[in-house]
């Protein structure tokens, strides 16, 4: 029984030793605060031209089998006040694809741009004109579409956000042997989502 005793006492002291010793501890990573993953760094242009590091916001993220879907909060418009303009909340389904992922649809659930651009302009005549070029792109061509004149720096900047979330989508979705993302078709909501 005293041995019993004694070794139990002994085990005791072994472990509280180890748990108290500072030395022996495994050092935790570093925290990473909340959310800062969603977090998508992309490049602002405004009217004259000049490029602002900013960040716009994954607020969701859904994976389907084959495609992504993603809302994506950000800034279109830096040059007016925030009384006019604020964060837009833009929807985008991107396909899954060997060799990266390719837009399904893209549509604006909260336009937080001016109502109407100084030259008249309207979101109507953003989503009609403009967006129905952004459906079946990947990132790689993007520069090729050209800025919708009366909403350049909203059109810019829609290219601008759209980049980075490809830029994101094709590091964590595009995988060797994936074959390639198919090209969609939505005879039913056109650009607007609706």
């Known amino acids: 029984m005293k041995t ?4 139990i006492v002994i085990l005791s002291l072994a472990f509280s030793a180890c748990v108290g010793n500072p030395e022996s ?5 570093p925290a990473v605060p909340g959310g800062a993953e969603m977090l998508l760094p992309f490049t602002h242009i405004d009217g004259f031209g000049t490029p602002t590091d900013n960040i716009g916001w994954i607020a969701w993220e859904f ?14 418009c830096t040059c007016r006040p925030d009384s006019i303009n604020k964060r837009s909340l833009l929807y985008v389904e991107v396909n899954k694809g060997g060799t990266g992922g390719k837009t399904r649809k893209v549509w604006f659930d909260f336009w937080g741009d001016s109502q109407a651009m100084p030259d008249g302009t309207t979101r109507e005549e953003v989503e009609k004109g403009f967006m129905p070029k952004l459906v079946n792109i990947k990132a790689t061509a993007l520069d090729g579409i050209d800025a919708m004149s009366g909403a350049t720096v909203t059109t810019v900047n829609l290219k601008q956000i759209l980049k980075a979330l490809l830029a994101y989508h094709d590091s964590k979705y595009t995988k060797p042997g994936m ?11 056109g650009a607007t989502g609706e």
């Open 63 to 76: 994976e389907a089998i084959d495609f992504v879907k993603y809302q994506v909060a950000y800034v279109s």
């Open 4 to 7: 019993r005793l004694l070794y």
């Open 25 to 29: 501890r495994v050092p935790a990573a």
């Open 179 to 189: 074959p390639e993302a198919p090209d969609y078709a939505d005879a039913v909501s």
